[in-house]
Protein backbone atom coordinates (compact mmCIF):
# COMPACT_ATOMS: atom_id res chain seq x y z
CA UNK A 1 0.00 0.00 0.00
CA UNK A 2 1.19 3.06 -0.70
CA UNK A 3 2.62 5.27 2.32
CA UNK A 4 1.88 8.85 3.19
CA UNK A 5 4.95 10.64 3.68
CA UNK A 6 6.81 13.49 5.90
CA UNK A 7 9.17 16.10 4.12
CA UNK A 8 11.91 18.18 5.29
CA UNK A 9 12.30 21.59 3.32
CA UNK A 10 15.48 23.40 3.54
CA UNK A 11 15.62 27.11 2.81
CA UNK A 12 18.75 28.67 1.36
CA UNK A 13 19.46 32.20 0.79
CA UNK A 14 22.63 33.07 -0.44
CA UNK A 15 25.29 30.39 1.59
CA UNK A 16 22.93 30.12 4.47
CA UNK A 17 19.75 28.20 5.53
CA UNK A 18 17.20 29.87 6.56
CA UNK A 19 13.60 30.41 8.81
CA UNK A 20 11.19 31.88 7.34
CA UNK A 21 7.86 33.98 8.33
CA UNK A 22 5.03 34.69 6.44
CA UNK A 23 7.88 34.43 4.05
CA UNK A 24 9.94 36.96 5.65
CA UNK A 25 13.87 35.28 6.03
CA UNK A 26 15.68 35.25 8.78
CA UNK A 27 19.44 33.90 8.80
CA UNK A 28 19.82 30.55 11.01
CA UNK A 29 23.31 29.30 9.29
CA UNK A 30 25.20 28.30 6.73
CA UNK A 31 26.47 24.28 6.08
CA UNK A 32 28.20 24.15 8.92
CA UNK A 33 25.92 25.17 11.21
CA UNK A 34 23.44 22.63 9.94
CA UNK A 35 26.06 19.89 9.88
CA UNK A 36 26.93 21.06 14.25
CA UNK A 37 23.34 21.74 15.02
CA UNK A 38 21.46 18.82 13.41
CA UNK A 39 22.60 15.08 13.21
CA UNK A 40 22.44 15.48 9.50
CA UNK A 41 22.41 11.84 9.26
CA UNK A 42 19.81 11.05 11.96
CA UNK A 43 17.44 13.62 10.39
CA UNK A 44 17.79 12.12 6.45
CA UNK A 45 16.89 8.99 8.15
CA UNK A 46 13.61 10.19 9.96
CA UNK A 47 12.34 11.84 6.32
CA UNK A 48 10.78 10.18 3.31
CA UNK A 49 11.76 13.10 1.19
CA UNK A 50 14.34 16.37 0.89
CA UNK A 51 13.42 19.02 -0.77
CA UNK A 52 15.82 22.30 -1.09
CA UNK A 53 14.73 25.69 -2.22
CA UNK A 54 17.23 28.47 -3.32
CA UNK A 55 14.98 31.31 -2.06
CA UNK A 56 17.66 33.93 -2.31
CA UNK A 57 16.17 37.51 -2.43
CA UNK A 58 19.14 39.59 -3.88
CA UNK A 59 20.92 37.77 -6.63
CA UNK A 60 21.33 34.40 -7.27
CA UNK A 61 24.94 32.47 -7.15
CA UNK A 62 23.28 29.21 -8.80
CA UNK A 63 26.70 27.06 -9.07
CA UNK A 64 26.80 27.77 -5.03
CA UNK A 65 23.49 26.43 -4.94
CA UNK A 66 24.19 23.29 -7.19
CA UNK A 67 27.31 22.51 -4.34
CA UNK A 68 25.11 22.66 -2.03
CA UNK A 69 21.98 20.76 -3.54
CA UNK A 70 25.14 17.28 -4.21
CA UNK A 71 26.21 18.12 -0.60
CA UNK A 72 22.86 16.48 0.58
CA UNK A 73 22.78 13.61 -2.19
CA UNK A 74 25.65 12.54 -0.58
CA UNK A 75 24.52 12.57 2.74
CA UNK A 76 20.68 11.37 2.19
CA UNK A 77 19.07 8.24 1.17
CA UNK A 78 15.90 9.47 0.00
CA UNK A 79 14.64 11.64 -2.41
CA UNK A 80 15.54 15.19 -3.08
CA UNK A 81 13.76 17.83 -4.67
CA UNK A 82 15.20 21.06 -5.39
CA UNK A 83 14.05 24.26 -7.03
CA UNK A 84 14.29 28.41 -6.55
CA UNK A 85 14.10 30.87 -9.63
CA UNK A 86 13.80 28.00 -11.92
CA UNK A 87 13.16 29.66 -15.14
CA UNK A 88 14.78 27.71 -18.06
CA UNK A 89 15.24 24.25 -19.40
CA UNK A 90 18.77 24.56 -18.77
CA UNK A 91 18.38 25.40 -14.73
CA UNK A 92 16.31 22.52 -14.61
CA UNK A 93 18.91 20.41 -15.89
CA UNK A 94 21.55 21.29 -14.12
CA UNK A 95 19.62 20.75 -10.52
CA UNK A 96 19.21 17.00 -12.04
CA UNK A 97 22.92 16.77 -12.85
CA UNK A 98 23.77 18.12 -9.14
CA UNK A 99 21.62 15.23 -8.10
CA UNK A 100 17.92 16.49 -7.61
CA UNK A 101 15.31 13.78 -8.52
CA UNK A 102 13.20 16.58 -9.18
CA UNK A 103 12.87 20.29 -9.46
CA UNK A 104 10.43 22.40 -8.42
CA UNK A 105 9.14 24.93 -9.97
CA UNK A 106 6.16 27.91 -8.97
CA UNK A 107 6.80 31.20 -10.90
CA UNK A 108 6.79 29.19 -14.41
CA UNK A 109 3.38 27.76 -13.73
CA UNK A 110 1.79 30.72 -13.73
CA UNK A 111 3.91 32.56 -15.92
CA UNK A 112 5.10 29.97 -18.85
CA UNK A 113 3.95 26.53 -18.39
CA UNK A 114 5.39 25.71 -21.81
CA UNK A 115 9.20 25.28 -20.00
CA UNK A 116 7.22 22.80 -17.86
CA UNK A 117 6.60 21.25 -20.84
CA UNK A 118 10.16 20.94 -22.28
CA UNK A 119 11.46 20.20 -18.63
CA UNK A 120 8.84 17.03 -18.67
CA UNK A 121 9.59 16.27 -22.40
CA UNK A 122 13.36 15.79 -21.00
CA UNK A 123 13.04 14.28 -17.23
CA UNK A 124 9.66 13.02 -17.30
CA UNK A 125 6.14 14.44 -15.33
CA UNK A 126 7.00 12.62 -12.32
CA UNK A 127 10.42 14.70 -11.39
CA UNK A 128 8.43 18.01 -11.85
CA UNK A 129 6.89 19.53 -8.56
CA UNK A 130 4.40 22.03 -8.56
CA UNK A 131 4.70 24.93 -5.77
CA UNK A 132 2.03 26.87 -5.27
CA UNK A 133 1.85 30.01 -2.45
CA UNK A 134 -1.54 30.58 -1.47
CA UNK A 135 -1.61 33.83 0.22
CA UNK A 136 -4.69 35.75 2.43
CA UNK A 137 -5.34 39.53 1.27
CA UNK A 138 -8.63 41.47 1.98
CA UNK A 139 -10.24 37.96 3.66
CA UNK A 140 -9.75 36.61 -0.43
CA UNK A 141 -7.09 33.85 -0.92
CA UNK A 142 -4.67 34.50 -4.15
CA UNK A 143 -1.83 32.75 -5.25
CA UNK A 144 1.44 34.43 -5.18
CA UNK A 145 4.61 34.00 -7.52
CA UNK A 146 8.25 34.94 -6.93
CA UNK A 147 9.12 34.56 -3.69
CA UNK A 148 5.74 35.88 -2.62
CA UNK A 149 6.07 39.20 -4.14
CA UNK A 150 3.39 39.25 -6.73
CA UNK A 151 0.19 38.35 -6.54
CA UNK A 152 -1.69 36.87 -9.51
CA UNK A 153 -4.97 37.37 -10.72
CA UNK A 154 -5.18 33.59 -11.60
CA UNK A 155 -8.11 31.51 -9.46
CA UNK A 156 -6.34 28.76 -7.27
CA UNK A 157 -8.71 26.22 -8.39
CA UNK A 158 -8.42 27.54 -12.09
CA UNK A 159 -4.60 27.50 -11.49
CA UNK A 160 -5.19 23.47 -10.09
CA UNK A 161 -6.78 22.62 -13.06
CA UNK A 162 -4.34 24.19 -15.35
CA UNK A 163 -1.87 21.95 -13.26
CA UNK A 164 -3.73 19.03 -13.66
CA UNK A 165 -3.72 19.05 -17.75
CA UNK A 166 0.31 19.74 -17.42
CA UNK A 167 3.00 17.18 -16.93
CA UNK A 168 3.55 17.19 -13.17
CA UNK A 169 3.97 14.88 -10.62
CA UNK A 170 3.50 16.75 -7.46
CA UNK A 171 1.35 19.42 -6.13
CA UNK A 172 3.61 21.22 -3.17
CA UNK A 173 0.81 23.63 -1.86
CA UNK A 174 1.67 25.98 0.76
CA UNK A 175 0.65 28.82 2.64
CA UNK A 176 1.87 32.02 3.10
CA UNK A 177 -0.22 32.92 6.37
CA UNK A 178 0.90 30.08 8.07
CA UNK A 179 4.67 29.67 6.81
CA UNK A 180 6.86 29.91 9.74
CA UNK A 181 4.47 30.12 12.69
CA UNK A 182 4.00 26.70 13.78
CA UNK A 183 -0.03 27.38 14.56
CA UNK A 184 -0.71 24.49 11.95
CA UNK A 185 -1.39 23.73 8.44
CA UNK A 186 -4.11 25.61 6.94
CA UNK A 187 -6.42 22.83 5.71
CA UNK A 188 -8.66 25.46 4.27
CA UNK A 189 -6.42 25.38 0.71
CA UNK A 190 -7.21 21.58 0.45
CA UNK A 191 -10.82 22.93 -0.68
CA UNK A 192 -9.20 24.91 -3.04
CA UNK A 193 -8.34 21.38 -5.00
CA UNK A 194 -10.82 20.24 -7.70
CA UNK A 195 -12.53 17.07 -7.42
CA UNK A 196 -10.94 14.12 -8.55
CA UNK A 197 -7.31 15.74 -8.51
CA UNK A 198 -4.48 13.10 -10.69
CA UNK A 199 -1.57 14.93 -8.67
CA UNK A 200 -0.40 14.12 -5.52
CA UNK A 201 -0.76 16.75 -2.81
CA UNK A 202 2.19 17.31 0.00
CA UNK A 203 1.07 20.64 2.33
CA UNK A 204 3.44 22.73 3.42
CA UNK A 205 3.33 26.06 6.05
CA UNK A 206 2.67 25.97 9.50
CA UNK A 207 3.73 22.51 10.88
CA UNK A 208 5.12 23.35 14.87
CA UNK A 209 4.35 19.47 16.14
CA UNK A 210 3.53 16.34 15.87
CA UNK A 211 0.01 17.25 15.99
CA UNK A 212 0.04 19.30 13.24
CA UNK A 213 1.12 16.34 11.25
CA UNK A 214 -0.93 14.29 12.53
CA UNK A 215 -3.96 16.29 11.70
CA UNK A 216 -2.70 16.61 8.04
CA UNK A 217 -2.00 13.46 7.41
CA UNK A 218 -5.82 12.14 8.08
CA UNK A 219 -7.58 13.99 5.55
CA UNK A 220 -7.22 11.85 2.59
CA UNK A 221 -6.37 15.13 0.50
CA UNK A 222 -3.36 15.26 1.71
CA UNK A 223 -0.48 12.85 0.29
CA UNK A 224 2.44 14.17 2.10
CA UNK A 225 3.40 17.02 4.94
CA UNK A 226 6.54 18.97 4.98
CA UNK A 227 8.03 21.72 6.81
CA UNK A 228 10.49 23.87 6.99
CA UNK A 229 11.15 24.90 10.36
CA UNK A 230 14.38 24.39 11.50
CA UNK A 231 13.96 25.29 15.17
CA UNK A 232 10.86 22.86 15.61
CA UNK A 233 12.18 20.08 14.67
CA UNK A 234 15.60 20.86 15.72
CA UNK A 235 17.66 17.65 17.77
CA UNK A 236 15.80 14.64 17.16
CA UNK A 237 12.22 16.17 16.88
CA UNK A 238 11.92 14.84 13.54
CA UNK A 239 12.27 11.38 14.56
CA UNK A 240 10.35 11.35 17.63
CA UNK A 241 7.27 13.15 15.49
CA UNK A 242 7.80 10.06 12.97
CA UNK A 243 8.16 7.04 16.01
CA UNK A 244 4.56 8.61 17.42
CA UNK A 245 3.57 8.67 13.97
CA UNK A 246 3.84 5.09 13.51
CA UNK A 247 3.14 4.03 16.88
CA UNK A 248 -0.23 6.18 16.12
CA UNK A 249 -0.69 3.42 12.87
CA UNK A 250 -0.27 6.12 10.67
CA UNK A 251 0.21 4.89 7.45
CA UNK A 252 3.79 5.94 6.74
CA UNK A 253 6.75 3.60 5.15
CA UNK A 254 9.36 1.74 7.48
CA UNK A 255 12.49 1.11 8.03
CA UNK A 256 15.65 0.19 10.36
CA UNK A 257 17.30 3.23 11.86
CA UNK A 258 20.03 1.51 13.56
CA UNK A 259 21.12 -0.78 11.18
CA UNK A 260 21.65 2.17 8.33
CA UNK A 261 24.71 2.73 10.61
CA UNK A 262 26.06 -0.85 10.37
CA UNK A 263 25.54 -1.06 6.73
CA UNK A 264 28.03 2.31 6.39
CA UNK A 265 31.11 0.59 4.53
CA UNK A 266 30.03 -2.95 5.28
CA UNK A 267 31.51 -4.35 1.63
CA UNK B 1 45.21 -7.16 1.11
CA UNK B 2 44.25 -8.43 -2.10
CA UNK B 3 43.28 -5.03 -4.35
CA UNK B 4 41.63 -7.12 -6.78
CA UNK B 5 38.73 -8.30 -4.39
CA UNK B 6 37.83 -4.88 -3.99
CA UNK B 7 33.66 -4.64 -6.38
CA UNK B 8 34.26 -1.57 -8.66
CA UNK B 9 30.74 -0.26 -9.58
CA UNK B 10 30.88 0.85 -12.99
CA UNK B 11 27.43 3.63 -13.42
CA UNK B 12 26.98 4.04 -16.88
CA UNK B 13 25.82 7.40 -17.78
CA UNK B 14 24.51 8.30 -21.03
CA UNK B 15 23.23 11.76 -20.39
CA UNK B 16 20.23 11.06 -19.18
CA UNK B 17 19.59 11.28 -14.92
CA UNK B 18 20.86 11.27 -11.96
CA UNK B 19 23.77 9.32 -11.01
CA UNK B 20 24.82 11.10 -8.02
CA UNK B 21 22.24 9.00 -5.51
CA UNK B 22 23.19 5.71 -6.46
CA UNK B 23 27.12 6.77 -6.19
CA UNK B 24 26.54 8.06 -3.07
CA UNK B 25 24.35 5.10 -1.89
CA UNK B 26 27.66 2.27 -2.92
CA UNK B 27 30.26 4.59 -1.51
CA UNK B 28 28.17 4.16 1.67
CA UNK B 29 28.78 0.75 1.61
CA UNK B 30 32.26 0.98 1.16
CA UNK B 31 32.18 -0.04 -2.35
CA UNK B 32 34.20 1.70 -5.37
CA UNK B 33 32.21 3.71 -7.91
CA UNK B 34 33.43 4.56 -11.23
CA UNK B 35 31.19 6.86 -14.02
CA UNK B 36 31.61 4.62 -17.40
CA UNK B 37 30.19 6.15 -20.34
CA UNK B 38 32.74 4.56 -22.92
CA UNK B 39 31.19 1.53 -25.01
CA UNK B 40 34.34 -0.71 -24.79
CA UNK B 41 34.79 0.36 -21.09
CA UNK B 42 31.58 -0.80 -20.52
CA UNK B 43 31.78 -3.95 -22.44
CA UNK B 44 34.84 -4.83 -20.52
CA UNK B 45 33.47 -4.46 -16.84
CA UNK B 46 32.13 -6.87 -14.41
CA UNK B 47 29.67 -4.90 -12.53
CA UNK B 48 27.06 -2.69 -14.10
CA UNK B 49 24.58 -0.48 -13.38
CA UNK B 50 22.16 0.85 -15.72
CA UNK B 51 20.14 4.16 -14.14
CA UNK B 52 17.47 6.19 -16.09
CA UNK B 53 14.82 8.65 -15.60
CA UNK B 54 12.78 10.22 -18.37
CA UNK B 55 11.19 8.45 -21.59
CA UNK B 56 11.74 4.87 -22.48
CA UNK B 57 12.38 6.12 -26.26
CA UNK B 58 14.89 9.23 -25.05
CA UNK B 59 16.89 6.59 -22.87
CA UNK B 60 16.72 3.98 -25.63
CA UNK B 61 17.68 6.37 -28.24
CA UNK B 62 20.86 7.67 -26.52
CA UNK B 63 22.05 3.85 -25.36
CA UNK B 64 21.79 3.31 -29.08
CA UNK B 65 22.88 6.58 -30.33
CA UNK B 66 26.47 6.33 -28.47
CA UNK B 67 26.70 2.13 -28.66
CA UNK B 68 26.41 1.87 -25.10
CA UNK B 69 22.90 -0.57 -25.58
CA UNK B 70 25.73 -3.39 -27.65
CA UNK B 71 28.13 -2.66 -24.78
CA UNK B 72 26.21 -3.67 -22.62
CA UNK B 73 24.44 -6.65 -24.39
CA UNK B 74 28.13 -8.11 -24.97
CA UNK B 75 28.85 -7.50 -21.07
CA UNK B 76 25.89 -9.33 -19.88
CA UNK B 77 25.20 -11.50 -22.09
CA UNK B 78 28.65 -12.94 -23.41
CA UNK B 79 30.87 -11.97 -20.45
CA UNK B 80 28.43 -12.98 -17.92
CA UNK B 81 28.46 -9.04 -15.71
CA UNK B 82 26.74 -8.45 -13.67
CA UNK B 83 23.84 -6.12 -13.83
CA UNK B 84 21.14 -3.71 -11.76
CA UNK B 85 18.85 -1.45 -13.58
CA UNK B 86 17.08 1.31 -11.66
CA UNK B 87 14.02 2.66 -12.44
CA UNK B 88 13.55 3.62 -16.18
CA UNK B 89 16.85 1.22 -16.42
CA UNK B 90 15.12 -1.71 -14.94
CA UNK B 91 12.63 -1.13 -17.79
CA UNK B 92 15.24 -0.58 -20.31
CA UNK B 93 15.88 -4.34 -20.30
CA UNK B 94 13.20 -5.68 -21.05
CA UNK B 95 11.73 -6.28 -24.53
CA UNK B 96 9.67 -3.11 -25.39
CA UNK B 97 7.42 -0.53 -23.75
CA UNK B 98 3.93 1.65 -25.28
CA UNK B 99 5.70 5.02 -23.97
CA UNK B 100 5.94 7.38 -26.83
CA UNK B 101 4.75 4.69 -29.34
CA UNK B 102 6.13 1.55 -29.27
CA UNK B 103 10.01 1.20 -28.39
CA UNK B 104 11.67 -1.94 -28.40
CA UNK B 105 14.05 -2.35 -25.33
CA UNK B 106 18.08 -4.15 -25.21
CA UNK B 107 15.77 -7.43 -24.70
CA UNK B 108 17.97 -9.44 -21.97
CA UNK B 109 14.56 -9.61 -20.70
CA UNK B 110 11.32 -10.97 -22.37
CA UNK B 111 8.95 -8.66 -20.36
CA UNK B 112 7.19 -5.63 -21.47
CA UNK B 113 6.72 -2.06 -20.59
CA UNK B 114 2.93 -0.42 -20.21
CA UNK B 115 1.25 2.42 -18.39
CA UNK B 116 -0.97 1.85 -15.68
CA UNK B 117 -4.26 1.77 -17.46
CA UNK B 118 -7.24 4.05 -15.99
CA UNK B 119 -9.38 0.81 -15.39
CA UNK B 120 -6.78 -0.66 -13.32
CA UNK B 121 -5.89 2.50 -11.21
CA UNK B 122 -9.84 2.99 -10.55
CA UNK B 123 -8.93 7.02 -9.69
CA UNK B 124 -5.18 6.10 -7.86
CA UNK B 125 -3.23 8.67 -8.79
CA UNK B 126 -0.47 8.82 -11.44
CA UNK B 127 2.59 8.66 -11.25
CA UNK B 128 2.88 6.03 -8.39
CA UNK B 129 5.20 8.05 -5.99
CA UNK B 130 6.47 7.42 -2.91
CA UNK B 131 7.09 4.45 -0.40
CA UNK B 132 5.45 1.28 -1.22
CA UNK B 133 6.18 -2.36 -0.21
CA UNK B 134 6.86 -5.00 -2.11
CA UNK B 135 6.03 -9.00 -1.98
CA UNK B 136 9.05 -11.79 -2.44
CA UNK B 137 8.33 -15.42 -1.86
CA UNK B 138 11.99 -16.04 -0.73
CA UNK B 139 14.56 -14.13 1.31
CA UNK B 140 17.31 -14.79 -0.81
CA UNK B 141 19.55 -13.30 -3.60
CA UNK B 142 18.53 -9.67 -4.25
CA UNK B 143 16.41 -9.63 -1.35
CA UNK B 144 18.33 -12.00 1.79
CA UNK B 145 18.31 -9.54 4.91
CA UNK B 146 15.31 -7.56 4.11
CA UNK B 147 12.34 -7.41 6.41
CA UNK B 148 8.73 -8.90 5.22
CA UNK B 149 6.92 -6.81 2.65
CA UNK B 150 9.71 -3.88 2.86
CA UNK B 151 9.12 -0.42 1.25
CA UNK B 152 10.61 0.99 -1.10
CA UNK B 153 10.83 4.57 -2.87
CA UNK B 154 8.70 4.28 -6.15
CA UNK B 155 8.50 7.46 -9.14
CA UNK B 156 6.56 5.83 -12.27
CA UNK B 157 3.99 5.84 -14.54
CA UNK B 158 4.89 2.73 -16.75
CA UNK B 159 5.25 -0.33 -15.13
CA UNK B 160 6.80 -3.55 -16.02
CA UNK B 161 4.33 -6.79 -16.75
CA UNK B 162 4.79 -10.02 -14.44
CA UNK B 163 5.18 -12.43 -17.33
CA UNK B 164 7.15 -15.34 -18.76
CA UNK B 165 9.79 -14.24 -15.53
CA UNK B 166 12.15 -17.17 -14.65
CA UNK B 167 13.97 -16.19 -11.40
CA UNK B 168 13.52 -14.55 -8.10
CA UNK B 169 11.07 -11.21 -8.39
CA UNK B 170 8.97 -9.19 -6.19
CA UNK B 171 5.51 -7.58 -7.38
CA UNK B 172 4.14 -4.49 -5.75
CA UNK B 173 0.28 -4.25 -5.91
CA UNK B 174 -0.71 -0.12 -7.51
CA UNK B 175 -4.39 -0.58 -8.49
CA UNK B 176 -2.90 -4.10 -10.56
CA UNK B 177 0.00 -5.83 -9.98
CA UNK B 178 3.48 -5.26 -11.40
CA UNK B 179 7.17 -6.20 -11.39
CA UNK B 180 9.16 -4.37 -8.68
CA UNK B 181 12.20 -6.18 -8.86
CA UNK B 182 14.27 -8.95 -10.60
CA UNK B 183 16.96 -11.35 -10.60
CA UNK B 184 17.30 -13.21 -13.13
CA UNK B 185 20.94 -15.06 -13.35
CA UNK B 186 23.53 -11.97 -13.78
CA UNK B 187 20.59 -9.74 -14.41
CA UNK B 188 19.16 -7.62 -12.03
CA UNK B 189 16.16 -4.72 -11.74
CA UNK B 190 14.43 -2.59 -9.44
CA UNK B 191 11.24 -0.51 -10.49
CA UNK B 192 11.98 1.78 -7.02
CA UNK B 193 14.89 3.49 -6.56
CA UNK B 194 17.48 1.78 -3.75
CA UNK B 195 19.28 4.56 -3.38
CA UNK B 196 16.53 6.73 -2.65
CA UNK B 197 14.69 3.89 -0.23
CA UNK B 198 16.78 4.34 3.37
CA UNK B 199 18.12 1.37 5.09
CA UNK B 200 15.97 -1.09 2.64
CA UNK B 201 17.66 0.22 -0.22
CA UNK B 202 21.00 0.12 1.15
CA UNK B 203 20.57 -3.53 1.97
CA UNK B 204 19.19 -4.79 -1.35
CA UNK B 205 22.36 -2.74 -2.98
CA UNK B 206 24.93 -4.83 -0.90
CA UNK B 207 23.06 -7.91 -1.71
CA UNK B 208 23.16 -7.13 -5.41
CA UNK B 209 27.47 -6.68 -4.70
CA UNK B 210 27.63 -9.98 -2.85
CA UNK B 211 25.24 -11.78 -5.51
Redesign the interface.
Known amino acids: ?????VIFTLLYDNGSFMLSRNFRLQKVGDLHWLKRNYNFSDIA?SI?ELIILDVTRGNRNEERFYEHV?FF???C????ASGGGIRTLEQASQL??????KVVVNTLVVENPNIIIDIA???????IVASIDVGLANNKFNIWTDNGSVKQEIGITELLNNIASLPI??LYLNSINHDGTGHGYENELLDFIPD?F???VILAGGAGKYKHFANALQDERV??VATAHLFNFVGNGLQEAREQLLNDKFN??????N??KY????? | MNLTNI?KVKIIDYGI??I??VM??F?????EVEIVSDPEEISMSSILVLPG???FR?CMESLMNSGIDKAVIEAVSNKDAKILGVCLGMQLMGSCSTEDGKTKGLNLLPNRVEKFTSQELN???????????INFDKKEGLFKDL?DM??F?F???YRMLVEDLHGVYATCK?GVEFLAAYQVNNICGTQF?P?????????LL?NF??L
Open positions: MLKKRFDRTEEFVPIIYSGADTKFGAQCGEKPIPDALAVWDVLALANCI | PGNWSSAKYLGVVGSKSKKVPHVGFDSPPDYTHSYHEKSQTNGLIKIQ
